[in-house]
């Protein structure tokens, strides 16, 4: 695993805790961190809070890889994309813990969990690609035609609108909002109620829920990853 993703078991609770002490930049190997931690977590059939560190969840990929365009590039962004993906068809409930600012693929990561908590602050929750030059990508278009309210899906995607944390709660990148000294609080409490569904019928109406997005994304990926020259 990752030294930048750290894995904590508590009471079937699988806590994922991003941390390279800068912007939690999804590079290639806090990538393959994070699957480490959801493999073991599998393994655990533990509900998952996946978090970053205070201030921050997630800026995204790897700049220095993505703009560098080197061999590590596409991989990289598929890696990315394929993650979601698997948040989305996870077998138990996916919580995310946001205590920050989520942006780009930081942003869609949040989008693919089952419950999403921000915390309130000056904090940005942004797909900046527009703003940053990027023609946002497909798949990345359907992780958040899936979630976001109408009006603000065409906002972010096309205009790269920042919202605040509190506006986010209304978009639909988050479920709600509370002060950061509660975000622990909040989140252990949201794992309890979720670690008395049935398993067997959490992950089998998952499935029939997300059946249709599941198949859309898949092959937005993979249309992505061919256009990248995957």
Same mark, same amino acid.
């Given at each position: 695993?990752d030294?930048?993703v750290?894995y904590?078991?508590?009471?079937?609770?699988a806590w994922?805790?991003m941390?390279?002490?800068?912007?939690? =930049?999804?590079?290639?190997?806090?990538?393959?961190g994070?699957n480490?931690?959801?493999?073991?977590?599998?393994?655990d059939?533990?509900?998952?809070?996946l978090r +970053?560190?205070t201030g921050?969840?997630?800026?995204?990929?790897? *700049?220095?890889v993505?703009?560098? +365009?080197?061999?590590?590039?596409?991989?990289m962004?598929?890696?990315?994309f394929?993650?979601?993906?698997?948040?989305? =068809?996870f077998p138990?409930?996916?919580v995310?813990?946001?205590?920050?600012?989520?942006?780009?693929? !930081?942003?869609?990561v949040v989008?693919?969990a089952?419950?999403?908590? !921000?915390?309130?602050?000056p904090?940005?929750?942004?797909?900046n690609?527009?703003?940053? +030059?990027?023609?946002?990508p497909?798949?990345?278009?359907?992780?958040?035609?899936q979630r *976001?309210?109408?009006?603000?899906?065409n906002? =972010?995607?096309?205009?790269a609108? $920042?919202?605040?944390?509190?506006?986010? $709660?209304?978009?639909?990148?988050?479920?709600?909002?509370v002060?950061?000294?509660?975000?622990?609080?909040?989140?252990?409490?949201?794992?309890?109620?979720?670690g +008395?569904? %049935?398993?067997q019928?959490h992950?089998?109406?998952?499935?029939?829920a997300?059946?249709?997005? *599941?198949?859309?994304?898949?092959?937005?990926i %993979?249309?992505?990853?061919?256009?990248?020259?995957g």
């Amino acid at each position: 695993m990752d030294s930048a993703v750290t894995y904590a078991l508590e009471d079937s609770v699988a806590w994922i805790t991003m941390d390279d002490g800068k912007v939690n =930049a999804l590079s290639p190997s806090m990538l393959a961190g994070l699957n480490a931690a959801l493999d073991q977590a599998e393994a655990d059939q533990a509900v998952v809070v996946l978090r +970053g560190r205070t201030g921050i969840f997630s800026a995204g990929f790897d *700049l220095k890889v993505l703009r560098g +365009g080197g061999p590590d590039a596409v991989p990289m962004l598929h890696s990315g994309f394929k993650l979601a993906e698997r948040l989305l =068809a996870f077998p138990t409930p996916v919580v995310v813990a946001c205590a920050g600012h989520a942006i780009a693929m !930081g942003v869609f990561v949040v989008l693919s969990a089952d419950y999403r908590i !921000g915390v309130s602050g000056p904090y940005r929750v942004t797909a900046n690609e527009v703003a940053i +030059g990027l023609t946002m990508p497909r798949a990345a278009v359907e992780i958040c035609r899936q979630r *976001l309210a109408p009006a603000q899906f065409n906002r =972010a995607v096309m205009l790269a609108e $920042v919202f605040s944390p509190e506006e986010a $709660v209304t978009a639909g990148f988050f479920d709600r909002v509370v002060d950061p000294a509660d975000l622990e609080h909040t989140a252990r409490e949201v794992t309890h109620l979720l670690g +008395g569904l %049935d398993p067997q019928a959490h992950r089998l109406t998952k499935q029939r829920a997300r059946a249709r997005l *599941l198949h859309e994304l898949r092959a937005a990926i %993979d249309e992505d990853n061919v256009e990248l020259g995957g």
